[in-house]
């Protein structure tokens, strides 16, 4: 947008008229404003959103910042006083001269209503003074003395200094009523005056109209007090507040030759607030109760506008009865009704009776007839029948019943009149279930023998059979009195979501509650076939075991059978800890008790022919858990040929596939941990791989790369391996890739993955982990997608997460530091804030206006999508030091000059520090700063060697270099730096595993100190909406598994509409002061 031809012309008192022309899109708008003290209090434009949105549109905003600027360069910056200081000074100033008028004060000042009944409601008028008081004749001109503390005249003797502490204490509350009410007053006259004229004050005002929303808080503070009042004759007297209900007494008597006489023995007066109702008599305001304000309100009122004003109302004989029924009965509650010559009993109107005839003349087919009845008369609902007017209706009750038979009947038998459903199924069941029952609360019911075989029976009780053969489960499932047939259809009706079954002769089977729909659910949840539910037994692979038996479990009204070789799998794998799993005795000694538990869960696993996940906290010791199930599996290999007559027992070597950076890592673990192992590292050029891969045969463990794997599968497929484990799995999460589908080629006995983060950013993550451990297992991916996932994103499904659950849960063993590691020490997280200055301020608005703008236009989704993600990055980019993105940007980053202190507070503390940034070259800027300090540092990134990672994180260890700058990719995996203390996250990253896992390269076992983690985040940017919605995306994972993160890709454009630009609501930059936040000390 462009703003060109602008003019400004100064009037009187420094208000500035300024006038321009905005460029948008082509089109050219006119915009004005006018100015005051640098605050615009009128403004119009030519465009659509000038006339009908609320606040400033985009051009007036723009003409207003170009204005502002150019009158800023040319005269330099004003600086107006806020309202906040005015108000702070006022208050102050009130004080003062309150306490020096008090000192001066014999009395205290009375105020005093006076109350005007008229046509209009009620009105208030003022007098004020000691012993004698005068009127006030202008309550605003009374309001701005009290907050200008002037001194005010009233009559000959009596002036005084206008202050709210001057009046009597129970007057108090009222001159704050005053000061609101005459405010509001003021606004609305300034809101409907028009044009950039100055404005006038208010016109003067002697008495204040308490309307409905007023009138409670003003009885509230007159209660109990006697005030003057005037009545509507212009009477004047006195009356008393109280609360209370009157005590009336109604009277009713003959009039005429066919009617009544209803009268009340008092004149009132009526006045409605929000709550309650007030009336008044002669000498009293009455405040009734909520309930009674609620009951009386529409009698007090008719009886007040009735006859003149002479509160009495006539009824023609014929109406009485309802008069009664729906009146005279709730009047009478509260107020004694006396009759003098008419019994009103007599007059009590017959009671509304139904009955309700169903039938049915066939399968699909259910007749109603409805009769409604006043004592002898009776007649049918439906039709177009005219009632006598001798019939005092129930025209609630009758609607009642209308409403309900609508509810349930749509169509009329055209002879008869009668209700009738035909050819509709759901509705007879419907009916069935929950119509007739409500039938029955509004009337009779009668039902035919006909309709009596339409009857609902409940559902069967089911048996279910489970029995384990070899690697299989066999499922059988029966209901007693029930075909193999019927079984099959009533199991597929369930799929289809019908909640019954129809039998041949026309019984509505109940598909809700109960076993059936245990059984139905779990049918459904495993995919058996409606082919396989038709043999007598179903075939299930063995790892359904643990959530067929905690699903059938939960059903008590089920018949459960369990064969002992079923019992002992799930029992084995939920009392882990129990199990006689021995450890090898060599790494005995050195893993912890949740490590030993652990081991036997892997062993546990191997020894039913599960994978799974081992999914610990970071820095918890996976790698140590799975060499001890290696060393045991050597052990028990070596066992097997001592005791062999036969020679050497046939012997599989285990797979171990990580990230090429980790590769020696866990080479040098092996070794340290179990040198009995024979270790074989697949590496080096094609040729030295192939030549590695033919002698195979004696090693226990073969260590190789994701990528190495990807490029050498051919050599592996003749390849059987004993154990495969896959390191740091979310290598693998999407499964089309090529290192996913290697790993899944390898043939190995039992398969473990390990990770820290099952799910970092979708669920179909999970699923290709657990196609990896055990194929099917999560079904289809397709399957998969359409019942999980995509109910869980959408919905947060409870039944789904719940069932999902339950499944992967016995094949996922995840532990918390917090949960085993008592003895670790605390953590604390601290969020430090920096703020731009000028220039990298303006850089970063602009950037974020032009971003916001094409997302307001319809960015954000299909090809716009790449170049939205591209400007984020780069605001995060300005956020770090905007010479990552503008090399030619020579100002000050306030982001590195906090983060700079914050190194040397840390270095001269005798701290070390891990600082971790996403941007590489921001890791460089921080480096060249770092040399100008003189302090010494190490780097690691992507692009560092795996020889040489070792060697920098050994040298970390030894020697007394204070800082090592890591990009968060290379630190997220496979790096143990318990020598630091302290961690720096430069920028934060939408996912937030990343930088937990980075974190955690510190906080783990061997950490002795305690751990301080640094977020600087830069104030009123988009990095502190990636905290905030990080936090919001994360809970999905945290209900599967514990922990989760959200992926930059998959925001949708509400979530990125919702991000703190750093603009304020009309597109204009926040205005923040030069402020330097606290940087947190070391003690």
Partial sequence: MEISEMTSNTFWKGEVGVKGLAEDQGQIYKASLYVKSGQVFDYSCSCKEGNSYKGMCRHCTALFEKWKKESEEKNGKTVYTSQEVRMMVREYTNREVARIIMEGEEEKVLLLPRLQFGRAGLQVEYRVGRDKTYVVRDLVAFVDALENGSLVEYGKNFSFHHNPEVFADECRPMVEFIIELVNTYREYYLKFQKGPQITSPAPALRQIMIGRTEMDRFFSIVMGQVLDAEDRMGISKKVVVEDGNPHIAVKAARAGKDGIRVSIDRNLACLEGEKYLYLMDQERIYRCDEECSSTLRVFVQGMIKSQGGRHEIEINERDIPLFYERVLQKVGCYWDISAEDVKLEDYRPEELKARFEFDSSGRNEVIMKPTLSYGDYSFHPIEDEKVPRTVCRDVPGEFRISQLI?????????????????????????????????????????VSEGLGQLKVIPPPKMAVGVKSVGNWLELTIDAPGMSRQDLVHLLSEYQQKKKYYRLKNGEFLQLEGGSLLTVARLVEGLAVSKTELQKDKVALPRYRAVYLNSILKEESSLSFYRDQAFKSIVRGMKSVEDSDFEIPASIKPILRGYQKVGFRWLKTLDYYGFGGILADDMGLGKTIQVIALLLDEEGKHRNKEEESASGPADKKPSLIVCPASLVYNWENEIARFAPELKILTVAGTAEERRALLEMTGDYDVLITSYDLLRRDLLLYEDKKFCFQVIDEAQYIKNAGTQSAKAVKAVDARTKYALTGTPIENRLSELWSIFDYLMPGFLFSYQKFRREFELPVVRGQDRDVLSRLHKMIGPFILRRLKTEVLKELPEKLETVVYSRFEKEQRELYAANASLLKKQLEDGGGMGRDKLQILAGLTRLRQI????????????????????????VKDGVSGGHKILLFSQFTSMLEIIGKRLRKEEIEYHVLTGDTPKEERLKLVDSFHRDDTPVFLISLKAGGTGLNLTAADVVIHYDPWWN????????????????????????????????????????????????????????????????????????????????????????????
């Fill in 406 to 446: 609508s509810k349930y009947f749509r169509f009329q038998q055209n002879e008869s009149h009668n209700l009738i459903i035909k050819e509709d199924e759901d509705g007879i069941y419907r009916l069935l279930t929950q119509g007739i029952p409500e039938f029955m609360t509004l009337g009779e019911v009668y």
């Fill in 879 to 902: 956020c770090c030091d905007p010479s990552l993105c503008y090399q030619n940007f020579k100002g000050e980053s306030a982001k590195l000059e906090t983060c700079i202190d914050l």
């Fill in 992 to 1083: 937030v595993a990343a930088q937990n896992q980075a974190t955690d390269r510190v906080y783990r076992i061997g950490q002795e100190r305690q751990v301080s983690v640094f977020k600087l985040i830069t104030k009123n940017t988009i990095e502190e909406n990636i905290l905030s919605l990080q936090e919001s995306k994360k809970t999905l994972a945290e209900q599967i598994i514990s922990e989760g993160t959200v992926s930059l890709a998959s925001l949708s454009k509400s979530d990125l509409m919702e991000l703190r630009w750093g603009l304020n609501k009309t597109g204009a930059w926040y205005s923040v002061q030069k402020q330097k936040d606290t940087v947190p000390r070391f003690l």
